[in-house]
T-cell receptor, first 115, second 113 residues
Framework: AQSVTQPDIHITVSEGASLELRCNYS??????LFWYVQSPGQGLQLLLK??????LVQGIKGFEAEFKRSQSSFNLRKPSVHWSDAAEYFC?????????????FGTGTRLTIIP | DSGVTQTPKHLITATGQRVTLRCSPR?????VYWYQQSLDQGLQFLIQ???????AKGNILERFSAQQFPDLHSELNLSSLELGDSALYFC????????????FGEGSRLTVL
């Protein structure tokens, strides 16, 4: 079965600094990979996804992620964070058999932004 | 706004009771998923329905059940509630045209006292 590891439980970054959130997956083939964000009291919102092709994917809110097959990683990056980026970030994987898009989520990384 | 509607947003009940959580998926989405989010377990997949039929089952307790109705809305029934069932329950829906992408509601927060 597929699994996702987010090794950082909590990260604190200064506003304007760069950000990288780590995600490693375990799956025999190339899975479909996602990053979701959850703001306090809100549901999860999709930031970006990787299915195939270009390994650097762009998402909303200025986020990007890079798929590295050799490292089984899909790290999320942002060059300059804003205070509004404070939230919980979840990496997820799907084997996406049509009609069965069950996502397996990592444990999440809580991002705190300091002025 | 994801287009997925969940009710109620908050629910407080006692141990041993039964509750029903409701989800209306995005217009046109045939798949509905239920997830449980708790501090100790994280986001756990419970169950998926596709066009009224159960498609996949995850870590769903026997005390829990779900169904999807002909109008595609779904209900998650939780019975014989225990303190450990306190969690945020999310519903999500998906569209075959956006493979793998789930659209989440804002969740129903259940507190069992």
């Amino acid at each position: 079965a597929q699994s996702v590891t987010q090794p950082d439980i909590h990260i604190t970054v200064s506003e304007g600094a760069s950000l990288e959130l780590r995600c490693n997956y375990s799956y025999g083939a190339t899975p479909y990979l996602f990053w979701y964000v959850q703001s306090p009291g809100q549901g999860l919102q999709l930031l970006l996804k990787y299915f195939s092709g270009d390994t650097l994917v762009q998402g909303i809110k200025g986020f990007e992620a890079e798929f590295k097959r050799s490292q089984s990683s899909f790290n999320l990056r942002k060059p300059s964070v804003h205070w509004s980026d404070a939230a919980e970030y979840f990496c997820a994987v799907s084997i996406s058999n049509f009609g069965n898009e069950k996502l397996t989520f990592g444990t999440g990384t809580r991002l705190t932004i300091i002025p | 706004d994801s287009g997925v509607t969940q009710t109620p947003k908050h629910l407080i009940t006692a141990t041993g009771q039964r509750v029903t959580l409701r989800c209306s998926p995005r217009s046109g989405d045939l798949s509905v998923y239920w997830y449980q989010q708790s501090l100790d377990q994280g986001l756990q997949f419970l169950i998926q329905y596709y066009n009224g039929e159960e498609r996949a089952k995850g870590n769903i307790l026997e005390r829990f059940s779900a169904q999807q109705f002909p109008d595609l809305h779904s209900e998650l029934n939780l019975s014989s509630l225990e303190l450990g069932d306190s969690a945020l329950y999310f519903c999500a829906s998906s569209d075959r045209r956006t493979t793998g992408e789930l659209f989440f509601g804002e969740g129903s927060r259940l507190t069992v006292l």
